[in-house]
């Protein structure tokens, strides 16, 4: 049997990378396949909520301990990813006839947004987490560790020996280039995709894609998580993330053929505004920057054909226990803030499969980028007074902000203004990244993402990657392909100020002169 | 670090158009700072996600506030970078700032020893050590300091009289008129009681926009509010309160609800700049004016940054228009570079000069006998830079009304 | 009251157009501009021949008695109204807020003017952001040159530029065509 790795992980959503780290750490060789790029799919599209795990207490207490358990494990491994901002957790008239704990004074300072007509505020170590570092962190703590990273590879077939997976086929969706590669076990991490990669090999999951669709407003609101102290309802948990507000979620069961095209409907638009802005009435004046939607992998049990007994709870398969395939593992279920613990029981997995005995690192193991949290302490380790684009990069690369490259002054012009991005860390993610398409370079480095939605920074990005991937033909097609992408999360929110912009971005991009310098 | 979270300011109707940029008189010559931009709706937000984000270059945005008539989406930029320097600019003012800044308690010293002040402030040695140890540059002229305030004068010379006028307003006289220029307001008294109004002084203390503009808020706040109550009790007696100094108008209107949090709701419709209020008045038929007969200039009209932001200009030009002997061209737009106390500091001399140059250009192009303007530190650049005079609207229909024969008819 | 001849709303390359137009024509303008998209040059030229700007200041409304526009309110003359024969609606589309979308509707804010829109939002965009785009062809609608409210034309306010229905800088290179749509508003203006 042939063998160029230990393990093939099949998926780059934040329970893939985790799992390489994992199996790295453990010293297997790792190679893992993303069939487009890291987070690109449930993993990068969701709250970011550093769960405290309230929200489960009292119905699934498991996973309450899970959530709190893995949520101080994060704090510490993941501090660059991971931000302390508490949660609330309040109490509307209409939700009940009493709350609980509320304390005015402390409650309108770490929420100062919050609907004034609360009743009860009670506090909860909730947090905000960014699933793009973290996904990247992980990878490049993996590759650290002798992992290979390729994405926008997808799985097409497995290579099945007798009843023993040992390898798969593939194909590169950018180049058509085909390969195939051989491990005596393979993961599969692919999220709600689990379900067509286990058909490949002849399983049959049941899986219920539940559609969630969020929406983005333009700047924080608050700096605290608020959550709706009622039964789980759509629309009750508003996230400060990053610069940015995130209110979420629906749940809609939908057909997995709609997975790869989800667009947020209008309806579902309307009832996350209504929902926000009984969190917070200021929201009915905030600028929306996107709407998105992501899929969560949903289980049904295994003794349950029915499929009633939905668990949001981690799942891990050993297929030749289950259906008698040998060497094929699907890890699913879980939340992104138990990645973590999902990859840890995947690798336990993999490892006694490999008869491999190593013990996990990945609860005391800082992520890379995460030895020192503090932006404060990162930006005064460069020379000089901190530029606002030294101080973004600290702030979204961490301590591995120091490995940009800011000798060159023409390489610190901001490309990116809304979110003080410049050209020196973009060629630093090209490097050092994985970056292929500008919505990679988005998801390392925020650029695009805020105010303009790239109206004003992309033409100059898409020339700086293209430069940087060593084509400079290619800046039109990274551009296209870009605004594509940020136009179908503007559509769906195209009223008030976002639609002016939606109008610029237009004349901008046409015509390139933002507006008409023309003599009269 | 102080953390925020909310923004009362509407930024993100910023569309990051840019067209703030294309005016800012600073960025063009100053590439340390970030431009308005940056500074204002990109920056806060960031800065509402955490403090460490504030930039010092926001202390080169002399708030001329021309971004905000430039924008298309109303967004108020200069007053972003203002808030966001009072919240995140901890370091103490410097002793060079206080002194600028403390217009109302300066002066009265420097007042009483105008004579040795003004000598002593144009002589070299004395400008030099200003310089080094204070930091105001070598090269401005400073304002000269009256010998008799204003308010002295009036006392002395006009208040006894103006409780025989029909109809009564509040003046508002401001820091220069009193301490540096009595002569405006005393053209302003002799406009009003020939208009048959009189004039009466309030307990008036600086607008505050020099502490504003140099970080010393609690202070800006409590002279702030003082000057409200004084208001307030003026327009209950039925007195209106008039202004000359565009920037001191813009303060009061503006900036006390903005930036200090102080509520004017209440009296901001009995506060007015004078040139509107005449306008207004002599358009009606309200009052009526007399002119000399045979007065003749030429004049170019500088509006002052302030003056375009409270969209006000448009009065001046048109009250002046009313003068049959003068001839007014309005100046290109452009700011002068002064800014308040901003062009005094050392650090901003040569920047001030720089932005300023495009006015002073077209100033010496048109070669008037004189400039109209009404803000008073554009007055001290204008005539230091260019060498040509620049009055206040009022001191010119000071010199072109006849003012007997105004009182005769605005009497009966 | 402050009179004019003609007054024009929106400060952009087809009120200035008109506005320069008419006043080196020998009438008296004003011109309110909501912010500066264009060159001072083109500014300079207005104001060198006469022309009254009022920049940073915003129409917040209008007084129209008869099927005629009699005068206009801003933001900062308070109480001072602009009177005018004629106006020019130049305010743009989207971006300049000539016209505005809420989550219900597209109206044109300052004189609650018809406007030609589709009902149904799912029409406006086309999923590829190169593809033509169905909400840049929205605005203000005209009938023989005057702007139409309920119904009802205003007959001597004439919309000029990209606020006109089916014109847009944004849709293709309209220059020419907004210039053209800004004199011809000049010319009924001037014929009032």
């Known amino acids: 049997m042939p063998k160029d790795f230990d393990v093939i992980i099949i998926g780059g959503g934040a329970t893939g990378a985790g799992t390489a780290r994992d199996c790295a750490l453990r010293g297997l060789k790792v190679l893992l396949l993303e069939r487009e790029d890291l987070a690109s799919g449930a993993s990068g599209r969701n709250h970011g909520l550093l769960h405290s795990g309230a929200r489960y207490a009292v119905r699934d207490s498991e996973s309450a301990e899970e959530c709190i358990k893995e949520n101080k494990i994060l704090r510490s491994i993941a501090s660059n990813c991971v931000e302390d901002t508490g949660g609330l957790f309040i109490t509307l008239p209409e939700d009940a006839d009493t709350g609980y704990g509320l304390d005015y004074q402390k409650t309108f300072v770490e929420a100062p947004s919050v609907n004034p007509r609360l009743i009860g505020a009670v506090t909860v170590p909730d947090g905000s987490i960014d699933p793009f570092r973290l996904c990247s962190a992980n990878i490049t703590d993996a590759v650290l560790h002798g992992a290979t990273v390729l994405t926008y590879t997808m799985v097409t077939e497995f290579i099945l020996e007798g009843k023993t997976v040992t390898g798969v086929r593939t194909v590169n969706t950018r180049t058509g280039e085909t390969a195939e590669y051989h491990a005596p076990v393979t993961v599969n991490a692919a999220g709600i995709w689990a379900h067509g990669i286990a058909e490949l090999a002849g399983v049959v999951i049941n899986m219920y894609p539940a559609k969630g669709a969020l929406l983005v407003f333009g700047h924080r609101v608050n700096n605290v998580v608020i959550n709706r102290c009622r039964k789980s309802a759509d629309g009750d948990i508003l996230v400060p993330g990053d610069s940015v507000t995130v209110i979420g979620t629906t749940s809609t069961r939908i057909p997995f053929s709609e997975c790869d095209h989800m667009a947020v409907t209008r309806e579902e638009v309307e009832l996350l505004l209504r929902e926000g802005c009984a969190l917070c009435p200021s929201l009915a004046n905030t600028r929306i920057l996107r709407a998105y939607a992501g899929v969560r992998p949903l289980v049904a049990s295994d003794d349950d054909p029915t499929g009633r007994s939905i668990s949001r709870g981690i799942v891990v398969l050993d297929h030749k226990t289950r259906d008698g395939i040998d060497g094929f593992i699907t890890i699913t279920g879980g939340k992104l803030m138990t990645y973590r613990l999902m990859a840890e029981l995947a690798t336990d997995a993999v490892c006694r499969k490999l008869s491999v005995h190593a013990e996990c690192k990945t609860a005391e193991t800082p992520l890379p980028g995460s030895a020192d949290g503090r932006i404060s302490s990162i930006i005064k380790r460069f020379p000089g007074k901190p530029t606002a684009g030294q101080k973004g990069a600290a702030g979204r690369q961490g301590d591995l902000a120091g490995k940009i490259r800011f000798d060159n002054p023409a390489d610190c012009a901001l490309v990116c203004e809304c979110e003080n991005v410049t050209l020196a860390e973009i060629k630093y993610a090209v490097s050092e990244l994985g970056v292929r398409t500008l919505s990679d370079l988005r998801r390392r480095t925020r650029i695009g993402m805020g105010t303009c939605q790239g109206t004003f920074c992309i033409r100059k990005a898409a020339k700086a990657l293209a430069e940087a991937l060593g084509d400079p033909s290619l800046a039109d097609k990274l551009a296209a392909d870009y605004l594509d992408e940020r136009w179908k999360g503007l559509c769906p929110v195209g009223w008030g100020d976002t639609l002016r912009e939606m109008e610029f971005m237009q004349r901008v991009y046409k015509f390139e002169k933002p507006y008409s310098y023309d003599e009269v | 670090m102080q953390e925020r979270f909310i923004s009362a300011n509407n930024f993100e109707q910023c569309q990051k158009c840019s067209l703030c940029e294309t005016v800012c008189p600073v960025m063009a010559n100053n590439p340390a700072y970030a431009g308005p931009k940056r500074s204002g709706p990109d920056g806060e937000r960031y800065r509402l996600k955490n403090g460490i984000f504030f930039e010092d270059s926001l202390k080169y945005c002399l708030n001329c506030k021309r971004c905000e008539v430039a924008c298309p989406s109303g967004v108020r930029i200069a007053d972003l970078i203002q808030q966001a320097r009072i919240d995140f600019a901890r370091k103490a003012p410097k002793l060079r700032d206080l002194m600028l800044a403390s217009t109302d308690q300066v002066g009265p010293m420097a007042s009483a020893f105008a004579p040795v002040a003004n000598f002593a402030l144009g002589l070299p040695p004395v400008k030099g050590i200003l310089d080094f140890t204070l930091g105001i540059d070598r090269h401005r002229t400073l304002p000269k300091y009256s010998g008799e305030t204003f308010v002295h004068w009036f006392r002395k010379n006009a208040a006894s009289s103006q409780a025989a006028f029909k109809r009564q307003i509040s003046y508002f006289h401001g820091c220069y008129a009193n301490f540096n220029y009595p002569q405006l307001g005393r053209d302003f008294t002799a406009v009003m009681n020939a208009f048959g109004i009189g004039v009466n002084l309030i307990d008036e203390r600086c607008c505050g926009v020099a502490k504003i503009a140099n970080g010393m808020i609690p202070a800006a706040t409590r002279d702030a509010k003082h000057n409200i109550n004084v208001f307030r009790a003026s327009v209950a007696a039925g007195r209106d309160v008039i202004t000359v100094s565009t920037t001191c108008t813009m303060t009061l209107l503006e900036e006390y609800p903005e930036l200090l949090k102080v509520d004017n709701a209440d009296v901001k419709g009995h506060i007015s700049l004078v040139e509107p209020f005449l306008y207004k008045a002599i358009a009606s038929g309200e009052l009526k004016p007399v002119w000399k007969e045979g007065w003749k200039a030429r004049a170019a009209y500088h509006c002052p940054c302030h003056q375009e932001r409270l969209g006000l200009g448009i009065f001046t030009t048109e009250l002046l228009k009313m003068i049959p002997g003068l001839e007014l061209t309005e100046l290109p737009s452009n700011c002068c570079g002064i800014a308040g106390t901003y062009g005094f500091k050392k650090e901003n001399y040569k920047v001030s000069q720089q932005i300023g140059k495009p006015l002073f250009d077209s100033i010496k192009a048109a070669a008037p006998d004189f400039v109209v303007c009404e803000c008073e530190t554009c007055k001290w650049q204008i005539e230091m830079s260019t060498g040509v005079t620049v009055k206040n609207p009022v001191s010119i229909l000071a010199e072109a009304l006849d003012l007997e024969k105004t009182l005769e008819l605005n009497r009966s | ?192």
């Open chain 3, 1 to 192: 009251m402050m009179k004019f001849d003609v007054v024009v709303i929106g400060g952009g390359l087809a009120g200035m157009t008109a506005a320069t137009a008419l006043q080196q024509g020998g009438l008296k303008c004003a011109v309110v501009a909501e912010g500066l998209s264009l060159s001072g040059a083109s500014r300079e030229a207005y104001t060198a021949a006469g022309g009254t700007l009022l920049a940073g200041d915003r129409v917040t409304g209008g007084t129209i008695e008869n099927g005629r526009l009699v005068s206009i309110r801003t933001e900062k003359l308070g109480d001072v109204t602009l009177e005018a024969r004629a106006f020019i609606l130049a305010t743009g589309k989207f971006f300049s807020r000539g016209i505005v979308a809420d989550m219900q509707k597209v109206y044109e804010p300052i004189f609650g003017l018809d406007v030609q829109y589709d009902a149904d939002r799912s029409t406006w965009f086309s999923p590829s952001f190169a593809a033509p785009q169905r909400f840049l062809e929205f605005g203000v609608i005209a009938e023989d040159g005057c702007a139409v409210r309920n119904g009802v034309k205003i007959e001597n306010l004439f919309p000029a530029g990209e606020v006109l229905a089916g014109l847009s800088s944004a849709a293709s290179d309209a220059t020419a065509e907004i210039k053209k749509s800004a004199l011809a508003a000049a010319e009924a203006a001037r014929r009032i």
